[in-house]
């Protein structure tokens, strides 16, 4: 009794985070490829639209069905560009973009060193007259802001922390301005996904939070895949999306992670460290 106890939920958390779920949708999601998605997305017919008026942009939620299988994606259209722009507290960026194209290249990027798994499946298509991301929708019970206000705790902490590593190291990759925790969507298995990317792959070369990643761990097989990450894949996989200035900085910090992780390696040694996701 104790050994279980000791890796479970208080009585009351349980309670709280089965309420969450039970306001989720009774049907089971779908068993897919990533394939199947891509082209359930691409060609199913769009059949019922709602306004979210969630965050700054306010996404749609669509509902497709091809005849057999009727899902909800999400939609994002935003696509602008201005010189300037004053933003929240007072700080202006200069030559300020937010676009549904970097939602389609966070999820292409993620996708070649392994984190797809924590990536919804998105394309772009056309829907109303405008062109956008089109996204499959998450079963997700709560969002990282939710969960914090409610003070849940993950069952197993260190597997929950090995995926805010990832995403953290993720989250620098591609110089995400926004990556606030109503982005960080949880499933009832508490599994993490990474959402919204529209204000992400500006063209600094440096690393945002570098001390923070100095206090994280990292996976040794995402490591290695980030060294073996070639411009040639980047240019294929994001090319249509990024700007070859965006794809020179996202190379550029891709050096500066790899270098600040060996670095740490150096100092602390692997164990403390690195860990791996075959042990997970």
Known sequence: MRGSARRGFPVVVVLLFAAFAAGQSANPEPTLTVDQMRAFLLNAKIVESQHTQKGITAPYRLTLTDGKLTHDAGFQSVDEEVEAKELPGGRVEVN?????????????????????????????????????????????????????????????LDAWNRQVFKKSLFAELGYDLDPNRSNVLISSDWHLWMIDFTRAFRVEKTLRHPKEIEEMMCSCELLERMRALARADVQKAVGKQLTRQEIDALMARRDKLVALVDQMVRKKGEAAVLFSDKHS
Not at 105 to 113: D, G, K, N, R, T
Not at 143 to 152: G, H, L, V, Y
């Open 96 to 156: 300020f973009v937010d676009s549904y194209r970097y939602d389609i290249a966070a999820y292409e990027l993620a996708v070649l060193p392994g984190l797809s798994d924590m990536m919804p499946v998105t394309v772009e298509r056309t829907w109303s007259g405008r062109k956008g991301a089109l996204t499959w929708w998450l079963p997700a019970v709560m969002d990282e802001q939710t969960r914090q206000a409610r003070k849940i705790p993950p069952p197993d």
